[in-house]
């Protein structure tokens, strides 16, 4: 089938690649080697033939639906057979040249659209397909030669949308275009000026692949003329554009133009009106005419490019909107400078906010945001408030665009952000109120919480500039910069920190790669400490201005606590610093540390100790303490040597100037010289640490280097030394070594005799206790010094007119003072002094006195509390030192005697706890501090005879200490001790003296008294029953004494017979503690002077029926140890059958009745019937309270009183212990539980009431209950005074008649009780002659059954007392 059936056939398109093409007519007077057949088809393919076709285009006759089947066919063999129709052309070049001219020919006769699209299709495959730069040639220059011929450009749209094609198919084609067919591109810009625009849109397409296939170099050899004409009409063109076609050419167009800058300056340089239609020698006068004539017709508005593009930001059309948006960021990519302020003035940055209010195109913000980022960059942009009108518009869609999944887009909004934050002038707040602040810092927020790191990182920069003071609102939002803080501190949880192998490759950040994922991490760290550095440069600011620290609209009443505070904000700064930026930064620069990030951390460190100076103290220990010390100046060590990193130094140096100053605060002890000694230090340390940036390793040599003339007092070689000694001292303070001890000591010490060689040069204070202070604390690991160093030492320290100046509470100067008898002799009292005197500092001495008997009383209380309480941590280290060196305690001594109140307080302190026994020391300690404190004493008593008048201040406040010293002495030297072999040396002088102080004091000097007292009680109990003779007879012949115990008994009972009158003072009633120990050295007195039988001068009056009334009627108002000491002096004399001549006893009506006198009174005078049985159920009330003490001293008394009326009153005593009453008291006592039960004072009890055949005790159930409370118990698990006790009663029961008698079986189960205790102990034996009992020796009516009681309760009555007395503890007895 051939060409010529083609109108016949039916779907011709469809079948047209089964037809030859050939034309039956035309093809027989062919050559054949024109003819081919071409293609994979089956049959050997299609046959075509060439000269066919050719004959076909240029025919008239040729219908044009052949001629689009013919050119269809070619098309296809072009398209499935390449190469293979270039064989049958290449023939003769001229039959291909024919062949392309008969195409170009096509497209100014063919009306046909499908025709013509045909045809460019065929020109291109075919051009492409033979590759020739001829038929390129041919090809231009026809079409060129057709646009000279012409007299309009009208027709010519086909041909200019074929040279489009072929320059987007042939690149190298646009080259040779532009340098060799220059009058053929001025007919292409004269086409321009055609109405048409489709014309237009054809022409710009021209324009379009030229410019985009040629490429910047290829453009660059393009006449300047064409180049400038091309802009200038694209512009005018775009300005008047109404087709999508051509607007979209336009915009493409401009879009490749505005990336180069030869163009960009031309486009934003074109004067208005100006339309560049010069002639050109080459083009013909009527073409020219044509031209003008075309031009005349156009408007002659025309618009600058800014105007142009801010008119496509209006259109609404969002992709023109992105490209508009893309080329005013291509243009001011350039050259922001120089075009940013056209663009500004056309108010570009007000419609590309516009733009952002209400899209959420991702590539239209962020073409918008990349053109605000570079139009922020003129100062123009704020100043015409373009920021303030947008800030609002920006934050919004900053919102919306991090909730879409585009990472660029969020980080050009931030960058946006961070730009305008950080450009915005101060004159001009972004955030006037609370609202708009919250709204940018819940974006900013979103911003570094995104999981893309470099986002998150974009978001802290944000921070930093949002941190800035200007943008802070009225009242400044804190809770918002905490968020912020938080959030940022949040994240580190979260970073991947980069590995040693990837900081040792990177070196710096800068040349870290930004595709690392770990350099991203670190990039984030950095710019998050620059935001941390911003906070807490804020928090100074506001801190510094009083309208910003409190806010206005705060209630003054949660200003402190409130959460939107700056108090608030310091403390969530200093929380994340020390909890997760120090650790995080450590362990990151712990191998490759970072000059940018180890500058900012030590800055933000530095802030800290000015944000919360309350809380620095702690902060700066815990810094110190953890080597931080070290950390700084390794890393000065490191990085700035040799003028490195400024900044990192000065960052280091101002943290290390901070963190001294803090720590010498707290270690200065003088408070007075603070002042200067800190300034002193604070210019030695400003002055020094910046030049001081070498290792460690280094600091021997520079302290022993021997420096030369020193002009400045803060500079120069010896103040490097100066500094780095302060420095040590502080850092050792913490535990931070920074060099090893012998080498920290030998340096110091070799400073130290520098310093005096030099001769004019002295050591400043705070050097001088810097020195001191790392000898003392490096002396473990150092050699002993000789005398040449203690020369120096020793010099050094006089030199300094304060030894206080000096002195640094630590346990190694005590050491090192006293480690040298040349240093103790002339300090060592010093150094103790201001020991105790730092230790009285940190104890509660303010108290509310009422006078002085409620003083003595507290002040006794204290000391009895005291001795149950382990010594403090000083007292501890003076015990250490004292068992090191001895001589110590007579220091302390000197200092008790001579020193005023609490300094001797604290010294006799540390002396009772070291006589307590707690430490073993030698057994002649007490020895030999005995004729110390007898010479103390003397000198007392000769320096203020009177010791009731005209005494010195100094005596008040240490005779009590004295005597108290002198009683504890007493209590801890133990009775089997030699010093009892003799008591007619320092003892008995001790008493003697002590005795006429106590008789000379006035009776309201309890201060003294009451001690006095102690110490002679002390003396009678403990001593050897040999040893009391003499004494007693010595304290029966002081009648001072006596008085002063006949003034305080006598205002005992003077206040007990008017309590009921309130006008009696408080100081009328002595203490009760002064009361008690008289009671109590009453009683030894009566029974020591009935055993010796001493002569007594003179006698004590004293109210038995006072005491017996106190018993019955005031024992609730009454103090129970007080009540104690009431029951042992009646024990002592109702023992002496109330006859001694030691007291004289007096009664009254009361307790004898009405005289004359019966039988019973008469027996039982001065008591009385009606006073023993007053008595007795004084004590059976005083049992039924069940106090320890009272349980012992009721049933001792009782014991007494029984065998009192015993030997009296055989009837009384019967009546007494048959009362009714004793069966109550029995029952009450029995059931009170088993802890009551198997009191040794309830079996004693028990015992008694059954030695004097009392009916109140029954076999069953008193007895057996008891039994059964044994056996539950178990004998051994009794305590020896119980098993003891229960021996007594077993006894007691075998040999009583008991009413009803018991059973065989009962009577066994007391002998195998019996046999279960075993053998009686011999410390409770029943010899009468225990040298412990010589106090209470047994009544010689009493039987022998009856001393082991007596020892009992002797023994313990003794202890309690002497413990309330304060003297001494169980252990001592």
């Known amino acids: 089938m051939s060409c010529d059936t083609i109108d016949q056939s039916n779907g011709g398109r469809s079948n047209m690649m089964s037809v030859d093409i050939v034309h039956e007519k035309f093809h027989l007077r062919h050559d054949p080697k024109w003819s081919g057949r071409l293609g994979p088809a089956e049959g050997g393919g299609l046959l075509v033939c060439v000269a066919c076709v050719i004959e076909m285009i240029e025919s008239e006759d040729i219908s044009s639906v052949k001629k689009s089947f013919a050119l269809s066919g070619i098309s296809g063999v072009l398209k499935c057979s390449p190469g293979a129709l270039r064989e049958l052309l290449q023939q003769d070049h001229r039959v291909s040249m024919r062949f392309t001219a008969s195409l170009l020919g096509l497209l100014h ?295 879409l999944s585009n990472l660029e887009v969020q980080k ?227 990085l700035c040597v040799g003028n490195r990193n400024p900044d990192l130094n000065v960052s280091c140096c101002g943290f290390l100037l901070k963190l001294s100053m803090c720590l010498l605060s707290q270690s200065n002890p003088a408070s007075g010289s603070y002042q200067y000694e800190a300034e002193e230090v604070e210019n030695l340390l400003q002055y020094n640490l910046p030049s001081l940036c070498c290792r460690l390793s280094d600091w021997p040599s520079l302290l022993r280097e021997v420096p030369g003339l020193q002009l400045c007092e803060y500079k120069g070689p010896r103040a490097t030394q100066y500094c780095l000694v302060i420095m040590l001292h502080l850092a050792l303070q913490q535990a931070d070594r920074l060099l090893p001890d012998q080498t920290v000591f030998s340096c110091v010490l070799w400073l130290l005799l520098s310093v005096q060689e030099q001769g004019s040069c002295v050591l400043p204070h705070s050097v001088l206790r810097s020195a001191l202070y790392l000898l003392a604390m490096t002396q473990d690991k150092s050699p002993s010094l000789d005398r040449a160093p203690l020369n120096c030492i020793t010099k050094a320290l006089s030199s300094c007119q304060s030894f206080s100046s000096l002195y640094i509470h630590h346990p190694a100067l005590l050491h090192f003072i006293c480690r040298y008898p040349e240093l103790a002799e002339k300090f060592g009292p010093l150094v103790l002094e201001l020991w105790l005197t730092k230790q009285t500092q940190h104890t509660v001495t303010g108290q509310t006195m009422t006078d002085a008997q409620e003083k003595g009383e507290k002040r006794d209380s204290c000391a009895d509390d005291r001795q149950d309480e382990e010594p403090d941590t000083e007292t501890v280290e003076l015990l250490t030192l004292i068992e090191k060196y001895p001589a110590v305690i007579l220091t302390l001594l000197d200092m008790l005697c001579t020193r005023e109140a609490p300094l001797a307080e604290r010294a006799l302190g540390v002396l009772e706890v070291l006589l307590s026994g707690q430490r073993h020391y030698e057994v002649d300690l007490c020895a030999n501090l005995r004729p110390a404190l007898l010479q103390a004493l003397q000198r007392l008593s000769v320096e203020n005879g009177g010791l009731g008048q005209g005494r010195t201040e100094q005596v008040v406040n240490s005779l009590p200490l004295v005597l108290k010293l002198l009683c504890v002495t007493q209590a801890s030297d133990p009775p089997s001790s030699s010093s009892y072999s003799n008591i007619d040396e320092v003892h008995f002088k001790l008493l003697y003296h002590v005795s006429n102080i106590a008789g000379r004091l006035k009776p309201t000097n309890t201060e003294s008294l009451l001690p006095a007292l102690r110490y002679v009680y002390c003396c009678l109990s403990l001593s050897p029953a040999h040893c009391t003779d003499r004494a007693v007879s010595m304290l029966l012949s002081n009648s001072g004494l006596m008085d002063q115990l006949q003034t305080v008994l006598a205002s005992s009972s003077s206040s007990s017979s008017s309590s009921a009158t309130p006008s009696l003072s408080p100081s009328a009633c002595p203490p009760s503690a002064l009361l008690c120990c008289s009671h109590l050295l009453m009683s030894s007195l009566i029974t020591l002077q009935h055993v010796h039988s001493a002569q007594v001068h003179k006698s004590i009056n004293w109210s038995l029926d006072t005491a017996v009334q106190r018993l019955v009627l005031q024992k609730r108002n009454t103090d129970n140890l007080l009540l104690v000491s009431y029951l042992r002096l009646l024990q002592a004399l109702l023992d002496v059958d109330l006859t001694s001549a030691v007291v004289c006893v007096s009664t009254g009506p009361g307790l004898v009745g009405p005289r004359p006198l019966g039988v019973q009174d008469g027996a039982l005078y001065p008591l009385g019937s009606r006073g023993a049985q007053s008595l007795s159920a004084a004590l059976s009330g005083l049992l039924l309270q069940k106090h320890e003490l009272l349980l012992r001293a009721s049933v001792n008394c009782l014991s007494s009183l029984l065998g009192f009326l015993q030997r009296k009153s055989h009837i009384t005593a019967k009546l007494v212990v048959c009362q009714p009453w004793s069966r109550f008291l029995l029952y009450c006592l029995l059931s009170s539980g088993e802890s009551c039960l198997l009191h040794p004072a309830i079996l004693r009890l028990i015992t008694l009431l059954l030695q004097h055949s009392s009916t109140a005790v029954l076999w069953e159930p008193d007895l057996l209950q008891v039994m059964e409370a044994v056996e539950r118990r178990g004998v051994k698990e009794l305590s020896q005074e119980a098993a003891q006790a229960l021996r007594l009663l077993l006894t007691q029961i075998e040999s009583s008649v008991l009413q009803p008698p018991p059973t065989e079986q009962h009577k066994q189960r007391v002998r195998d009780m019996m046999e279960a205790l075993g053998p009686q102990t011999p410390a409770l034996s029943c010899n009468p002659s225990l040298p412990s009992n010589i106090l209470y020796p047994p009544p010689e009516s009493e039987t022998h059954s009856q001393t082991p009681l007596h020892y009992i309760k002797h023994t313990h009555l003794l202890t309690y007392c002497i413990e309330y007395a304060g003297i001494c503890t169980l252990a001592c007895i």
Not at 137 to 165: C, Y
Not at 188 to 207: F, I, M, Q, R, T
Not at 263 to 283: F, Y
Not at 531 to 536: L, P, V, Y
């Open 109 to 403: 006769t063919v009306e046909d659209p499908a025709t013509l699209e045909k045809v460019h299709q065929v020109l291109v495959q075919l051009l492409v397909e033979l590759q020739s730069e001829v038929l390129y040639r041919f090809v231009l220059d026809e079409i060129h030669k057709q646009l000279s011929d012409q007299l309009s450009v009208k027709a010519f749209q086909p041909t200019f949308k074929l040279l489009g094609n072929l320059v987007e198919a042939v690149p190298n084609l646009a080259h040779s275009l532009m340098t060799q067919y220059v009058p053929l591109l001025e007919h292409l810009c004269s086409a321009l000026l055609y109405p048409d625009e489709a014309l237009k849109a054809s022409v710009l397409y021209v324009w379009l692949k030229l410019f985009g296939t040629a490429g910047g170099s290829a453009v660059q050899s393009l006449p300047i003329t064409i180049r400038d004409r091309v802009c200038i009409l694209l512009l005018q063109t775009l300005s008047n554009a109404g087709s999508p076609q051509l607007i979209d050419n336009c915009i493409g167009l401009l879009w490749l133009l505005v990336q180069l800058g030869e163009t960009v300056s031309v486009l934003m340089n074109s004067p208005e009106g100006q339309i560049m239609c010069s002639e050109d020698q080459n083009i013909h006068a009527n073409n020219s005419q044509v031209i003008c004539q075309n031009q005349e017709q156009q408007p002659p508005e025309h618009r600058h490019l800014p105007l142009i593009l801010k008119q496509l930001l209006l259109s609404g059309d969002e992709t023109l909107q992105v490209t508009s948006a893309k080329c005013i960021a291509s243009v001011l990519v350039h050259s922001p400078s120089q075009y940013s302020a056209p663009f500004i003035k056309a108010d570009v940055p007000e419609f590309l906010f516009d733009c952002l209010a209400s899209t959420s195109s991702e590539m239209l913000l962020w073409s918008a945001y990349s053109c605000l980022v570079l139009l922020t960059e003129d100062s123009l942009f704020f100043s015409q408030c373009h920021s303030v009108y947008g800030i609002e518009s920006l934050v919004r869609s900053l919102k919306e665009a991090l909730r």
């Open 412 to 638: 050009q909004g931030l960058l946006l952000l961070t730009a305008i934050l950080e450009r915005q002038p101060p004159s001009v707040r972004l955030f006037p109120s609370g609202p708009g602040f919250v709204v940018v810092s819940e974006a900013v927020i979103a911003g570094v919480s995104s999981s893309c790191l470099l986002v998150a990182t974009q978001g802290a920069s944000a921070a930093s500039a949002l941190f800035r003071l200007n943008h802070q609102s009225r009242p400044v939002q804190y809770k918002e910069v905490e968020g912020l803080v938080e959030a940022i501190t949040n994240r580190f949880s979260e970073l991947p920190l980069p590995s040693p192998a990837h900081r040792r490759s990177s070196g710096s950040l800068k040349r870290s790669g930004p595709s690392s994922h770990a350099s991203r991490s670190e990039a984030f760290l950095f710019q998050a400490l620059v935001c941390f550095q911003a906070a807490c440069r804020l928090a100074e600011e506001c801190a510094s201005e009083p309208v910003l620290k409190e806010n206005t609209f705060t209630a003054p009443s949660k200003h402190s606590r409130a959460q939107d505070s700056l108090e608030s904000l310091c403390h969530c700064l200093l929380r994340c610093c020390d909890s997760i930026w120090i650790p995080t930064i450590i362990r990151m620069c712990e191998r490759a540390p970072s000059a940018q990030i180890l500058q900012h951390f030590y800055s933000i460190l530095s802030s800290q100790f000015t944000l919360l100076p309350s809380l620095m103290p702690v902060f700066a220990n815990k810094l110190a303490s953890s080597g931080f010390y070290r950390l700084a100046l390794e890393h000065k060590g490191l």
